[in-house]
T-cell receptor, first 114, second 115 residues
Framework: DAGVIQSPRHEVTEMGQEVTLRCKPI?????LFWYRQTMMRGLELLIY????????DSGMPEDRFSAKMPNASFSTLKIQPSEPRDSAVYFC????????????FGEGSWLTVV | AQSVTQPDIHITVSEGASLELRCNYS??????LFWYVQSPGQGLQLLLK??????LVQGIKGFEAEFKRSQSSFNLRKPSVHWSDAAEYFC?????????????FGKGTKLSVKP
């Protein structure tokens, strides 16, 4: 079975540019999570969705960040405009009651803003 | 408030030696606990999980963890470490306040293995 699929795997962009990260959750999973990992702060939850509806976005750092889940098989995390301090690894993850509420992670999108 | 503490930032063990990684949690109800492993440049892979029942949980790659409610701990163990176990290990607490929730992660413990 395919796991959580993220794209791009690596992105280098200039400050001020828009960045869009994409995620396809595991088929049948109805919860989707976006996490950010940095050396300083570790793994932080940015936002999560249940049944395509945002449940908790308290971790979204500021208005430059936005996330959408237009359907059960796709989500985006957008940063506009990007700043160097946004450089991090962004993980998408998904879960369902059928998976015992276990959260499965994608390989991550490694973002560098210069 | 819910939290997870991994007291050891970095541990070095010799190949073949036993390993124990510590994890303490703070949670008001019965916790859902997980251990994930992250190899360099990779995502997080689930090693094992505890939801209820037997307090000694077996996972993949020969790892096990023991839930001790009295100590609010969920330590990860392996009897004999292999060089390929070098990675970063994260303990996590399931925050299931509603139907499904998120994970609260510890800061991680980096494991180095000496030949």
């Amino acid at each position: 079975d395919a796991g959580v699929i993220q794209s791009p795997r690596h992105e280098v962009t200039e400050m001020g540019q828009e960045v869009t990260l994409r995620c396809k959750p595991i088929s049948g999973h109805n919860s989707l999570f976006w996490y950010r990992q940095t050396m300083m702060r570790g793994l932080e939850l940015l936002i999560y969705f249940n049944n395509n509806v945002p449940i908790d976005d308290s971790g979204m750092p500021e208005d430059r960040f936005s996330a959408k889940m237009p359907n059960a098989s796709f989500s985006t995390l957008k940063i506009q405009p990007s700043e160097p301090r946004d450089s991090a690894v962004y993980f998408c993850a998904s879960s369902s009651r059928g998976s015992g509420n276990t959260i499965y992670f994608g390989e991550g999108s490694w973002l560098t803003v210069v | 408030a819910q939290s997870v503490t991994q007291p050891d930032i970095h541990i070095t063990v010799s190949e073949g030696a036993s390993l124990e990684l510590r994890c303490n949690y703070s949670y008001g109800a019965t916790p859902y606990l997980f251990w994930y492993v992250q190899s360099p440049g990779q995502g997080l892979q689930l090693l094992l999980k505890y939801f209820s029942g037997d307090t000694l949980v077996q996972g993949i790659k020969g790892f096990e963890a023991e839930f001790k409610r009295s100590q609010s701990s969920f330590n990860l163990r392996k009897p004999s470490v292999h060089w390929s176990d070098a990675a970063e290990y994260f303990c996590a607490l399931g925050n299931y306040g509603g139907s499904q929730g998120n994970l609260i992660f510890g800061k991680g413990t980096k494991l180095s293995v000496k030949p």
